[in-house]
């Protein structure tokens, strides 16, 4: 008899929940990772110190108050590294907490330490004085999630040349950065630093950013940003990082040099499956670490499942808790609903982007006709009240038999409110939903029933114009 019906190595979002819902199924589940890292790279380095930073980076300059209390306006003029990791530390240890009080309460023996496979049933865990420990499971999910990937042609002194792991252990803001990679790390982290009053290069090989979002969101977040004295370098490569006494050099292959006090490289992230010793478990993952799943998150070995960033797109931590809960069920043989197709993105830019659907040029190129409907917070009172005359909510609906095809807004709270269109997505629901819904004055959610009212009288003048 095995020694656990369910064994997760790694205890981030994915594993996390696919260990809690074994157990809550009767089973004998069981959870590997480092004392040290119990909570996974989405509390530690990843998710919650990122978004956290955000906060205390809002707060401390008071950005979203200079609309009404002036451009001068700041809460504390110099602000040092050790006011925004005071924040970050209390929120990262209170998570752990919580995710080491949630394994304890469901009866999840943690075992500390690594794992790498021996068999496809037997995982060999090794403690921190590198004793191993054999441990045999019916069933085995990994989600180990990833690292940053770092090209071998820099060389990163974890200083003034970093990754986004680095940067959260930083010794000083610094007045200007260089930023490798225009995605969503990239953008996020260039946004919280030009807050701070860093001078912001970001340089990226393709000659656009977020071009999964929608175009307008993206040219309202761009302006934002040029506002905040950010520059964009597109359709540039970096040649070299050279490193000085004064700082860094970024040299690209057009010849141009950018000095800085510092450079983050965002390029991509790498799947931690190296340490795993695959091929004795009879699998293998690709040349970015990731390993390949059918859809219920099985690898080629049928009992071993995969299961979060380590597998890909969309690599978010919303997405891997479902897939580990998901993954779980079918290990266990619960019925469970497969993932839904449409889900929330999240990027906390400052401003947030956030949105669910297609964007207007996907559906253009699948020949779907569509309207838009648009509100702008600076047409409602909550985006008075709170300062935000930037944001904007579009919704994509069908002409023909009014549905939402894409949600998508911009702003103060865009990742909160984009669940109302899930919802109603979700649902199938239309936009008459929307007119005839009676929102809470004033907030933001009242922007959905603006936008349904622009996007439904647009749709009657058609109408209008063909009988």
Request: glycine share 10%; proline share 3%.
């Amino acid at each position: 008899m095995p020694d656990f019906d369910v064994l997760v190595i790694g205890s981030g979002p994915g594993g996390q929940k696919a260990a809690i819902a074994a157990a809550k199924l009767g089973r004998r589940a069981a959870v590997v990772d480092r004392t040290d890292s119990v909570g996974g790279v989405s509390i530690h380095t990843g998710t919650i110190p990122s978004k956290t930073l955000r906060e205390a980076v809002l707060y401390l300059t008071g950005l979203n108050q200079r609309d009404l209390y002036g451009q001068s306006y700041r809460l504390k003029e110099d602000i040092t590294v050790a006011d925004l990791t005071a924040r970050t530390q209390h929120v990262v240890s209170r998570e752990v907490d919580v995710v080491r009080s949630q394994l304890s309460r469901n009866q999840v023996t943690l075992l500390p330490g690594t794992g790498r496979f021996v068999d496809q049933h037997t995982v060999a865990v090794r403690d921190a004085v590198g004793q191993d420990r054999l441990v045999t499971a019916e069933h085995i999910v990994i989600a180990t999630g990833t690292r940053p990937a770092r090209p071998a042609s820099v060389e990163f002194d974890d200083r003034t040349v970093m990754d986004s792991d680095s940067i959260l252990s930083m010794e000083r803001v610094p007045r200007s950065m260089v930023i490798v990679g225009a995605g969503v790390i990239g953008m996020e982290y260039a946004s919280m630093f030009a807050a701070l009053g860093s001078k912001i290069t970001v340089v990226e090989q393709r000659e656009g950013m977020l071009d999964f979002c929608d175009g307008e969101i993206v040219e309202a977040l761009k302006y934002h940003l040029r506002d905040l004295a950010v520059t964009f370098r597109f359709g540039e490569t970096v040649a070299a990082v050279e490193r000085h006494a004064r700082g860094t050099l970024t040299v690209l292959e057009s010849g141009k040099k950018i000095a800085a006090d510092a450079v983050m490289y965002s390029a991509g992230r790498q799947g931690l499956t190296d340490e795993l010793d695959l091929d004795k478990a009879g699998l293998r993952a690709d040349k970015r670490g990731r390993i390949s799943v059918d859809e219920h998150y099985r690898t080629a070995v049928p009992h071993i499942y995969a299961v979060g960033d380590v597998i890909g797109f969309p690599a978010l931590a919303a997405t891997s808790m479902e897939q580990g809960r998901t993954a779980a069920y079918h290990a266990c043989g619960e019925p469970v609903h497969a993932i839904q197709d449409v889900q929330p993105i999240g990027i906390y830019t400052i401003p947030e982007v956030s949105f669910i659907g297609r964007t207007e040029d996907q559906l253009t190129d699948d020949l779907v006709p569509f309207e838009v409907g648009v509100s702008r917070y600076r047409e409602l009172a909550r985006g008075q009240i709170i300062g935000d005359a930037h944001g904007m909510l579009k919704l994509l609906v069908s002409p023909s038999d009014r549905t939402l095809l894409g949600v998508h807004c911009f702003g103060t709270g865009a990742t909160e409110l984009i669940h109302i269109g899930q919802a109603l997505m979700g649902c199938g629901g239309t936009v008459d939903y929307l007119v005839d819904a009676v929102f809470n004055y004033p907030t933001l959610a009242e922007s959905y029933k603006v936008a349904a009212l622009d996007v439904t009288n647009k749709i009657r003048q058609i109408d209008r114009m063909a009988d």
